[in-house]
């Protein structure tokens, strides 16, 4: 029998100490230890950070994972914030993860569903660090934390509080660095998250080699050749059509009607573009925008 945990705001959850072997997707780890040229290897260890030192760069396949699923992976956001740096290389290293501008105290969230396999102070610089293993495969890290909520081998859902923001370990500044690693591989997180708009970017994920590059830029950069490799392309380009202002100097006697009949628009369509009504009196020698 486990130990029952409880929670501030919920009811319970059980603590299991019963061996676990740390595989929450078997498919996915029958594809990584069975399928690839390299048999990766994924640890369930409470006291280490990432044990194994698979390269995925060296990745045969690309493994479709979904991380908005009904059932056990309902996406929410770690913490909604502005982002003070992103993924890339930083200071000589590789920045491996993202951080979120946060006040010391404010609530950090479980982003999917999963079990708590590290949860306590780490002296490599992530301070207050957790660690959640989820059922997509996939890991999230969540560093600089104040408070930690949960235990190792704790079952969490989405959305749960998990940690409070902070300033613990390597950190200039309250803020919460946010990983997502994939076999103990960090990977940008900004290839699922949105994290402008808060919002996931897509339910699906193709885990493929070139995501394992540091600083890789989000896959929409890349161009996937035929002989199995990517190159970085440029972003795409949103083409945003412009409207070419064009203004009028009102004369004296100009009503709206004529002006609007002379320029192919309408008194509506003027009077919203200038913020006027169509019985404002026109001063000869102002400037009206036509279009
Ligand atoms: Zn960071």
Known sequence: MGKIIVYSNKTWALYNPFKFDGIMNARI?????????????????????????????KLKDTIWLCVNDEKYQDFHMPRKGIVTSRYKFRDGRNHNGIDI????????????????????????????????RHFNGLETYHAHLSKILVYPDQDVKSGD?????????????????????????????????????????????????????????????????????????KPP?????????????????DTLTEIASRNQTTVSKLCELNGIKPSSVLQAGKSLRIK
Not at 188 to 217: C, Q, T
Not at 237 to 242: I, N
């Open 101 to 132: 501008g946060l006040n010391i105290g404010d609530t950090v969230y479980a982003t999917w569903s999963g079990k708590v396999r590290y949860a306590k102070f780490n002296n490599g610089g992530f301070g207050n660090l957790i660690i959640l």
């Open 29 to 57: 780890h029958k594809i990584m230890t069975e399928e690839q040229d390299f048999p990766y290897s994924l640890t369930w260890n409470n006291d280490v950070c990432f044990g194994t030192k698979n390269d995925l760069s």
């Open 161 to 233: 509080p998990i940690g409070l923001g902070g300033n613990t370990g390597h950190s200039f500044g309250p803020h919460l660095h946010f990983e997502v690693r994939f076999y103990d591989q960090p990977m940008n997180p900004e290839e699922i998250i949105d994290f402008d708009k808060k919002v996931l970017k897509d339910e699906n994920l193709y885990v493929h080699a070139g995501l394992f590059r540091p600083g890789a830029k989000p896959t929409d950069y890349y161009e996937n050749k035929p002989d199995g490799t990517t190159t970085a392309t």
């Open 237 to 253: 380009v949103v083409k945003v059509k412009t409207v070419q202002k064009k203004y009028y100097q009102v004369k004296s006697g």
